[in-house]
């Protein structure tokens, strides 16, 4: 979950660049609150990556907080923005 000004701010175009790139499945999405819901599956180097990159975001993000969650892997396929 990424809290701050990261709606409209291309926060989500940026984070599934940088997914695909990395190989890793997933989605990101806006949530009503104004938050950013980010998913990674893939190797723990990666994830561990983007996960830091979200603490900054795109150049026109303001990040606030950052809260990480391990979940159960549920077999993503690809990186989709929802």
Known sequence: ???G?????????????RATDAHLSGYVRNLR????????EGTLESVEALSAW??????LAQVTR???????????RGFTVR
């Open 66 to 76: 950052v809260e990480v969650f391990e979940e159960p892997l549920v077999g993503e």
């Open 5 to 17: 000004l990261v709606q409209g701010v291309g926060f989500r175009m940026s984070c599934a660049r």
């Open 1 to 3: 979950m990424v809290h």
């Open 33 to 40: 609150e104004g938050a950013v819901e980010a998913v990674f």
């Open 54 to 59: 979200c603490d900054k975001g795109p150049p």
